[in-house]
């Protein structure tokens, strides 16, 4: 598999945000031509658009969008796979039976509520 | 070019093009606010791109968000795109293990899927890698069978059956001594006890069970009461039953707290609740094979304390099951009605898994999961972790179709068992981590017996003819644990309810539904009409209440229902309106303040749907099939690739019992 990842750089109330597209590209659509096509199609907000091409990561569901919703595919997110049991809060009182809450998770953050526009 | 101008048209629409109504879910992180529009307009999925300013004429909207990832399952027979779930992991203490694992995958390799448990079972690789001894503890799960756990290191019989009940509690305690390992914390240790569960002078000779009058004559220290008896005597006086069930009781309460001995979580191994939920099982207290209580005052002991070969036990009073420290829900599905008209004509899974009809799941699982929790509170006074166990097929023994082309591929010579369908084993994940939470030593196992020496690992996945099917039941569990991961943080810590108000079919009153009255099974085996059952989750916020609700109906696949199911301890209520069999599962948010409102939580896309499939499923394949679908008809592909559906048959056939 091959993917397409596009980036834009933004900037929203001073802070720098990146929106990333992840796509898969098909023989229709070469890497160079999906490479070439991002700039143009950034909009007036965008700071900088980039894109680059890749077969490795992040591998997301064929075809589909993966933004950064769980699937950044940061460093930071394999940092902690499963097993790295140093995160997690254990309770070594009770002869195993343990408890604790991790305080790694991946979150998108609270949910505040709702919108239609 | 076409593909090009696709993708084109798609970026725009993501990076600000507007539609006339589209809904936003609106969240924060670190101070931060952002908005995310719905992936399809009504979808309740918020996939679109991250916006930092609120939109135009933006109003307060009360809906809720789906939770489901977009999930492929592999067009073609026996093949496995796991890569779509990425390599992520998971950082969930809810463990998932399966005895299913190619042998292509490594332990980092499966880990990196999801899969946080290793059964001792898929450890090993034939060439010497991923060895059972590399596993760290709090990753270990031993599921010992009677074949190791009752070794005769003499080299005599081993000690199940006869041996098992005849032998001294000393006898037993060297035998638990050598055959169980001494698993450190964080370890979870099970026993698979099939032939030493009764004792009856019926079953001489048998298997485990030598000539009768060759040992009639045996004197055995009782345990019951003082004394001594020859197994004649104990048999013709009439107490041999309880006999049995405190020897019973002993061996299995000493075989947990051996199995304890360096600090690992120990399980015997059977659900305390047998069966589908019962519509008594909240008021009765019967637990499976705990028909007395330990008792070791006859044979040494004193107020539940005796030594053993210089070992002493504590606590040798009560039931057995109090040296649990996390259950093992050890209950299959057997079997299952087909509602097609040729069972031995269904070509593959695809065809066949719309037409496997399963009573109510969603209920039966609730259901099954609160017996148990009400015998736990029985014996422990509290609730303790679980791990639901179930196979990748049903039990019974039913074969695949003939028109799969499978017959003799299997170990016995016939058909392989039938795999579940996919939503069944995606709302058995779902709902037991729902249901458990984000607690250590919970979890959901496959158990997977694919043949000696390692019974779950599958040795030359590739070359073996019966799995020539599709694979998508094990695709979709790896999908499940993919759709929790962004609610893992919700649930920590959040508070579950499973008795619900529920307001069913959105008419009438409220009335109080959970697992059990919703399946509604009745003691005498009757049953009754089934009703929609939903769990929930809520966690206080700085904004509000989070809930968290999951369930459904015994619906068909093309059926449509709303329920309205009240917020605990609030005046406001959430409508879930949702499609088929499969488990709904939505989060949202109750802005603190909220009174006597309804909160709308639907998600139906049609082509994210898939009949015996859960979740949110591409069945298109190719590329920018977001984009097309976002765009709408105008956009959407023409080109039709994946799986061949057929559609259900609309005649009237009566079901048949597989």
């Known amino acids: 598999m091959a993917y397409f990842i596009a980036e834009f750089v933004k900037e929203l109330n001073g802070v720098e945000t990146v929106e990333t597209v992840v796509l898969q590209y098909t023989d229709a659509l070469s890497c160079a031509q999906a490479e070439a096509s991002v700039t143009g199609l950034s909009t007036a907000d965008t700071l900088a658009a ?24 940061s460093s930071a997110d394999q940092l902690n796979v499963i097993g790295d049991d140093s995160n997690y809060v254990r309770d070594s009182t009770t002869g195993g039976g343990g408890g604790g809450t991790p305080t790694n998770y991946d979150s998108d953050g609270d949910l505040v509520g709702y919108i239609k526009a | 070019m076409k593909n090009l101008l696709m993708f084109a048209l798609g970026l725009l629409f993501f990076v600000g093009q507007t539609q006339a109504q589209v809904n936003y879910e609106v969240r924060k992180k670190n101070g931060v606010t952002t908005y995310r529009a719905e992936t399809v307009a009504g979808s309740s999925v918020f996939d679109g791109p991250i916006l930092s300013t609120l939109p135009q004429g933006a109003a307060t909207a009360r809906i809720a968000s789906a939770v489901k990832k977009p999930w492929k399952p592999e067009p073609p027979k026996k093949t496995i795109d796991w890569a779509q779930f990425g390599t992520g992991g998971t950082k969930s203490v ?7 694992r190619p042998d292509q995958y490594s332990h980092d390799q499966w880990r990196q899927l999801g899969f946080n448990l290793i059964s001792r079972w898929s450890s090993d690789k034939r060439d010497g890698t991923d060895k059972w001894s590399d596993v760290p503890n709090n990753q270990k799960l031993e599921y010992e069978v ?52 009764y004792w009856s002078r019926d079953y001489y000779p048998g298997v485990n069970y030598p000539n009768w009058d060759a040992v009639k004559g045996m004197n055995i220290q009782l345990e019951s009461e003082p004394g001594n008896m020859t197994l004649e005597q104990l048999v013709n006086s009439g107490k041999a039953p309880f006999e049995m069930r405190v020897r019973r009781s002993n061996r299995n309460g000493l075989m947990l707290l051996v199995a304890k001995r360096n600090g690992a979580m120990a399980a015997f191994g059977s659900s305390m609740w047998q069966g589908e939920p019962r519509t008594d099982c909240l008021q009765t207290s019967n637990r499976f094979l705990d028909e007395a209580d330990m008792n070791v005052s006859n044979i040494g002991g004193s107020n539940g304390t005796i030594t053993l070969n210089g070992h002493t036990y504590t606590g040798m009073t009560g039931s057995f099951y109090k040296h649990e420290d996390y259950h093992l829900d050890y209950h299959y599905y057997f079997d299952f009605d087909y509602t097609g008209s040729n069972y031995e004509a269904e070509p593959d899974y695809p065809s066949l898994w719309p037409k496997v009809y399963v009573m109510h799941p969603i209920a039966r699982e609730i259901g099954h999961w609160m017996a148990n929790r009400k015998r736990m509170i029985d014996v422990h006074g509290k609730q303790i972790p679980a791990i639901r166990m179930h196979e990748l097929f049903f039990e019974g023994n039913a074969r695949v179709p003939g028109a799969f082309g499978l017959n003799g591929t299997n170990e016995d010579g016939a058909g392989p068992k039938p795999w579940v369908p996919p939503y069944i084993i995606r709302l058995q994940y779902m709902l037991q981590h729902i249901l458990e939470g984000e607690t250590f030593g919970s979890g959901y196992h496959i158990f997977h017996a694919a043949g000696s020496p390692n019974q779950g690992i599958e040795y030359d996945f590739a070359s073996k003819p019966k799995y020539n099917h599709h694979m998508h039941t094990a695709t979709s569990l790896i999908a499940a644990r ?26 009438g009153s409220f009335q109080t539904v959970n697992g ?3 399946y509604n099974f009745q003691p005498d085996g009757k049953r009754g009409d089934r009703t929609p059952c939903f769990v929930m989750r809520t966690k206080q916020t700085d904004a509000g209440l989070y809930v968290l609700i999951a369930g459904g109906h015994d619906q068909g696949w093309d059926d449509t229902r709303t329920d309205a199911i009240q917020i605990p301890g609030s005046t406001n209520e959430i409508q879930v309106t949702y499609k088929g069999r499969d488990l709904a599962v939505f989060e949202t ?4 303040g909220t009174i006597g409102q309804t909160f709308i939580a639907k998600s139906i896309v049609s082509d994210w749907e898939k009949k015996g499939y859960g979740g949110r499923i591409i069945t298109n394949g190719g590329d920018l099939l977001l984009i097309s679908l976002a765009l709408g008809t105008a956009l959407r592909r023409s080109r039709k690739l994946g799986i061949r559906q057929r559609k259900p048959s609309k005649t009237s056939t009566p079901k048949i019992r597989i």
């Open chain 2, 589 to 592: 948010l109750i802005p603190t």
């Open chain 2, 516 to 518: 059990v009255s919703a």
């Open chain 2, 94 to 100: 809810f463990k998932l293990s399966s005895d299913f």
């Open chain 2, 482 to 507: 993919r759709d929790m991961e962004g609610i893992l943080d919700k649930i920590a810590g959040s508070t579950l309810y499973t008795d619900l108000q529920i307001k069913i079919g959105n008419q």
């Open chain 1, 50 to 73: 980039r894109a680059r091409c890749t077969t490795s990561a992040p591998a997301p569901p064929s075809g589909q969008i993966v933004q950064d919703r769980n699937c950044s595919g």
């Open chain 2, 146 to 197: 009677e074949g190791s756990l009752y070794t005769n290191t003499s080299g005599g019989p081993r000690w199940a059956g006869h041996y098992f009940y005849t032998a001294s509690l000393a006898q037993m305690e060297s035998v638990f001594m050598a055959s169980i390992p001494g698993y450190g914390q964080g370890a979870q240790w099970t026993a698979n006890i099939e032939e030493s569960n």
